[in-house]
């Protein structure tokens, strides 16, 4: 709930005159003084050095009158910001909101430092996102941990960089304001069953004013936090966009080793190679596209696959094309399989790419989760089986 809540209070000071004999400023031109408008700050530990400084007050309840000043400059009132807070209990969200009062000057800069950081952050995600995207596309075997390790380091290099060449403009220090970029006044978390309310402040002036008229005390808090979200939320989201971008440019494939001897896959002439022991499987992804693959037993090449990897695919590789391989087919549930429950797959194949496959040469799982409403589900697995009967060998 919000209210107007800035009535009463002090006249503004009267801007400084000139010493006798100095030259008149222009009718209209901005007078001197701490900030623009000639008015000065109250001198005061938190007028102007103690920048980051924070102080702590309670009013009574959320719309409580609040000094008539602005609360980051100390000038007149001129526009109003709106500081909130939420506390959840339960699944209930509570909100409390009060309109706190600025100058136009404090109010743009605001505004301005939040578009900027909002930019930063945009900028820095595009960064971290072209990274990862040109890292998969040039080092086409790059381990996906180096990706999402290194994805998240590049976004936050790319903000403390943007910071550094592009900082954000906050009010000049000699305009006596006490918050930069940021709210000069923010709500703490509140307790619901409770009225008063915690306010959070940069300008000791203001908060010691309102402290008086609600014969509460202020409470200092030492250094306000410099960490703003940005640097947290941007490399958090460069990894969670890194994740499918990664995925997307690679195929899972399953190689598979049906014969009595470990085998050796070699990817495109040695730059990946997986190891299958005998009767064994294992996979690995691999970037999307044409690859070859050489069969190496003791050191020599005694099969080739031509692979065609597809974008989030699934294949399977096998040797010879001498093992036999189904699509099997179970329902879980209420569920009914439609269609039937084994398909083989063409024999002598060495490159099999898999569609509407949950699993891949192991078991059923004994249980399966479904969404609300659903009384079962199907399931479906590519594995190795018996060449006459059929029968699943895996």
């Not at 007078?31 to 009013?59: I, L, N, S």
């Not at 952050?121 to 040039?138: E, K, M």
């Not at 306000?224 to 460069?238: C, D, G, K, Q, S």
């Not at 001498?322 to 039937?340: E, F, I």
Request: glycine share 10%.
């Amino acid at each position: 709930m919000s209210f107007g809540n800035n009535m009463g209070g002090f006249p503004p000071q009267p801007p400084p005159q000139p010493a006798w004999g100095a030259p008149q400023p222009a009718w209209g031109a901005p007078q001197p003084g701490p900030f623009a408008g000639g008015y000065r700050t109250p001198a005061g530990p938190g007028a102007v050095d103690a920048e980051e400084t924070w102080f702590e007050a309670e009013v009574p309840f959320a719309g409580a009158p609040l000094p008539p000043r602005c609360a980051c400059c100390f000038g007149p009132v001129e526009v109003r910001r709106t500081a909130s807070a939420t506390v959840t209990v339960g699944r209930t969200h509570y909100t409390r909101r009060m309109e706190i009062p600025y100058c136009r000057a404090c109010d743009a800069a605001v505004k301005t430092g939040s578009r900027r950081g909002v930019l930063h952050g945009f900028l820095g995600l595009g960064v971290a996102a072209l990274f990862s995207l040109l890292l998969s596309l040039v080092w086409l075997y790059a381990p996906a941990a180096v990706t999402f390790v290194a994805t998240p380091l590049v976004a936050l290099g790319a903000l403390l960089l943007l910071s550094k060449l592009w900082p954000v403009a906050p009010i000049a220090r000699h305009r006596g304001a006490t918050s930069g970029s940021r709210d000069a006044v923010w709500m703490l978390p509140f307790h619901v069953n409770q009225n008063p309310t915690r306010l959070a402040g940069t300008n000791e002036s203001w908060m010691r004013q309102l402290g008086e008229m609600h014969r509460t005390v202020v409470t200092p808090r030492g250094r306000r936090p410099t960490r703003e979200a940005r640097y947290i939320v941007v490399p958090i989201v460069a990894t969670l966009l890194a994740i499918p971008t990664w995925f997307g440019l690679h195929g899972r494939v399953y190689f598979d080793n049906p014969t009595t001897s470990p085998l050796t896959f070699d990817i495109d002439h040695g730059l990946a190679q997986v190891t299958v022991p005998p009767n064994g499987h294992d996979d690995f992804y691999l970037p999307a596209g044409e690859a070859v693959i050489d069969v190496m037993f003791e050191g020599r090449a005694v099969d080739r696959i031509n692979a065609d990897i597809e974008h989030f695919g699934k294949h399977l590789a096998s040797p010879f094309g001498r093992a036999c391989y189904a699509t099997l087919s179970t329902a879980y549930g209420n569920a009914v399989v439609d269609g039937p429950r084994r398909q083989m797959a063409p024999m002598g194949q060495r490159w099999h790419t898999l569609h509407r496959v949950q699993h891949v040469l192991e078991a059923f799982p004994s249980s399966v989760s479904v969404g609300r409403g659903q009384r079962g589900a199907t399931r479906s697995r590519f594995t190795r089986v018996h060449c006459v009967t059929g029968a699943p060998m895996l």
